[in-house]
């Protein structure tokens, strides 16, 4: 599995490429942002940690122009920044997680890990739903491709938007709080921060609803969670 560190510290990059690829991992560097981007296109990655402050161009552009080509590779952002405002930034671009420097080995590894294994993995549908596809209204989940159609047209979803609805849409009416979601769809712990299930819901209905203000599939329940409407 091929990881691609874009950073322009060389010492942190040299201690994530050894600990990467003694625990098997392929990894690759780039020194800025502009670097970063040409490889993300050309390499191919499986995951990439993407530093936050770089030269020529910054992780959060990186990042946007990723997403916006439809580039769904999983994202790590790492942070020098403590700002709740930052790391919320990062995860509204797109970058499906992040760490904030200084970070343990152990945590990175295990991160890179749980990304890139929800990422390659394929849930089993449910006991009451048989093949790989189920309709509700005009949406169709595709779970062999991991897509979603509204109304015949394919969604552009990250792997974790795509997790989202899938899990929510499995369990139709059923109110799910923000910290079953943290478990079910991150699939590790988030040390608290619950603001990335209201950030992924909130780039979800961007793309699913026809008004996202006021949504038809993925409710809020006040308080509580969120529930996908029946």
Do not use: H
């Amino acid at each position: 599995m091929k990881v691609l560190i874009v950073d322009d510290e060389r010492a942190i990059v040299d201690i994530l490429k050894y600990n990467l690829e003694k625990n098997g991992f392929d990894a690759s560097s780039a020194f800025d942002g502009a670097e970063g981007l040409r490889l993300a296109r050309e390499s191919d990655p499986d995951l990439i940690l993407l530093d936050v402050m770089l030269p020529e161009m910054d992780g959060f552009e990186v990042c946007r122009t990723l997403r916006d080509e439809g580039n769904n590779v999983p994202i790590i952002m790492i942070t020098a920044r403590e700002e709740e405002t930052d790391k919320v930034f990062g995860l509204e671009l797109g970058a499906d997680d992040y760490i904030t420097k200084p970070f343990s080995m152990r945590e990175v590894v295990a991160r890179v890990r749980s990304n890139m294994r929800r990422a390659a993995s394929m849930s089993p549908p449910p006991a009451e739903e048989t093949g790989d596809r189920f309709r509700i209204r005009d949406l169709v989940i595709d779970r062999e491709r991991r897509a979603v159609y509204k109304g015949g047209k394919a969604l552009e979803l990250t792997q974790r938007e795509y997790e989202l609805i899938r899990y929510l849409a499995e369990n139709p009416g059923k109110v799910i709080s923000r910290e079953k979601l943290m478990t079910e769809v991150w699939q590790y712990d988030y040390f608290g921060d619950l603001r990335a299930v209201d950030v992924a819901v909130r780039r979800l209905r961007e793309k699913l609803e026809s008004n996202p203000s006021d949504p038809e599939y993925v409710i809020t329940k006040r308080g509580v969670g969120y529930y996908f409407a029946d």
